[in-house]
């Protein structure tokens, strides 16, 4: 990423770079890319720049996973695995964070405080860690997560 003489320094992608440096550094994940990371610091981006998503992104896709096999949603259970790229599940990653800050912000500070006293590495773990803090399954949680999805609109 580098600088551009139209479009600044405010840009969405130095929010996101900078973002996932301080996540990195206040958890302890490294640069493998965990979710965790990808997640929040995509939320963070679209905060702070709404147009890097679509007002309607969360609705359509989920609507499409749901209903038929065309979207950029995958389950759960693949999302939030160790061995799953993150990367290309931004906009899903943005959703599940902001889902978790909104409806369970109880269980996501309690995620957040055992990610900090891991001794196994955090993209490894992350997935149980989070399920035991909201002390629920990845059924239970994808359901929900799919509940609150059809009315989700991002603050503006």
Partial sequence: TYYHPKYG???????YLAASGVLRRLVGIGTNGSWVVVGLA???Q???????????FVQKHMRGYVDGPRT??????????PATSPGRRRGQLVSVMEFLAEMEPEGFTRFWKRLKVLETPVADAARDELLAALET???TLEQDWIDWGYEWMPER
């Fill in 9 to 15: 320094w405010d840009r969405p992608t130095f929010t």
């Fill in 42 to 44: 995509s939320a963070a």
């Fill in 46 to 56: 679209v905060r702070l720049h709404p147009s890097a998503m679509a007002d309607d």
């Fill in 72 to 81: 950029l949603f995958h389950p759960l259970a693949e999302v939030l695995d």
């Fill in 137 to 139: 399954d990845i059924e």
